[in-house]
């Protein structure tokens, strides 16, 4: 970030280099071509084995890039490599945009002439780290939004420029409020690049006292912890739904858990309460229904539809 110059409007077209990988990235993207800022390059991850073939494919961001005609495109291997900070200095970027990428070295952001700015999928600084839309709902939170950020050496701690505002529903899982916040993102992107090229964004500290980390998920932590209470249940599972997914086990078969809601009923943690049309669990307080699971290689599927092949019955223990 270079004060003197984010102090000063931009009279020539702004050159823009645009960073990010995956599908969160896409609608800032198009949404800052659609603005008039087409940036000069988009920096994405390499090519790689993707999906069920396992064939290799471009990143979401390569595809829109090509789509909306965009170039040069580069894909480093390694953002540290100083090859690719050169790069980066040859384009002469007055803003860089960095939206779901990889960490940057200050030796690549610094060379952004008004600054280097980062979208994060919380309010800042609550949720810092890799997993703000999982952690956010699995704890339980009933508002989030996004934070677009000046870039600097630690993690998700530079200064504010801008944030936007959205409750969380009591049934929303992760992958539906990551939806919406790609969106709202892309609407606070193109808002933070109008306030530098105004030379009016007006950064503000963040309060470190507020900070909460929201570190990678391990696959341990997704284990369903049906000792809680019922909401923290549901919370949880929502919270991983669809992605990685909250899983349990029914003897020595893996169930992944994708959408409950609340109920009523009482057991032992995991005992399965109702196993007919309706698959009901106790909790450590409580009970959840479940209304959308899988087992383990096979299609997620309805509850009720579950049932009529799988067999589980009332007594079962979920562990």
């Not at 090509?66 to 007055?94: K, N, W, Y």
Request: aromatic residues 6%; charged residues 25%; glycine residues 8%.
């Amino acid at each position: 970030m270079k004060n003197d110059a984010q102090k000063q409007a931009v009279s020539t077209p702004l050159r823009i280099v645009f960073m990010g990988t995956p599908e969160f990235a896409v609608p800032s993207l198009e949404r800052l071509v659609a603005a008039g800022y087409r940036p000069v390059a988009v920096v994405t991850g390499p090519d790689r084995p993707r999906g069920r073939g396992q064939r290799v494919q471009p990143t979401p961001v390569k595809k829109a890039a090509e789509r909306l005609g965009l170039a040069p495109i580069l894909q480093p291997a390694s953002v540290r490599d100083p090859a690719f900070a050169e790069a980066i200095a040859a384009l002469h970027p007055d803003i860089i945009v960095v939206v779901a990428f990889k960490i940057l070295p200050p030796e690549v952001y610094t060379q952004a002439r008004l600054g280097a700015f980062n979208l994060h999928a919380s309010l800042l600084p609550r949720y810092r780290g890799a997993a703000p839309i999982h952690r956010a709902i699995m704890a339980g939170e009933t508002e989030t939004g996004v934070t677009t950020f000046f870039l600097r050496p630690e993690v998700d701690t530079g200064e504010i420029i801008l944030q936007k505002r959205t409750p969380i529903g009591p049934e929303e899982t992760a992958g539906e409020l990551h939806d919406r916040l790609m969106h709202l993102g892309a609407d606070a992107v193109v808002e933070t690049v109008r306030l530098i090229e105004r030379g009016e964004a007006h950064p503000r500290p963040q309060d470190d006292r507020q900070a909460t980390l929201a570190p990678k998920l391990t696959r341990e932590e997704a284990r369903v912890p049906w000792h809680r209470p019922a909401f923290a249940v549901h919370n949880h599972i929502r919270g991983l739904s669809p992605h990685p997914g909250a899983w349990t086990m029914h003897g020595n078969r893996l169930l992944k858990l994708y959408r409950t809601r609340l109920a009523t009923g009482e057991g032992a943690p995991g005992t399965v309460l109702e196993a007919d049309n309706r698959l009901v669990v106790a909790c450590g307080e409580g009970a959840v229904e479940i209304l959308e699971l899988q087992q383990e290689g096979r299609r997620v599927l309805p509850a009720d539809a579950f049932l009529r092949g799988y067999p589980l019955r009332p007594g079962d223990r979920l562990s």
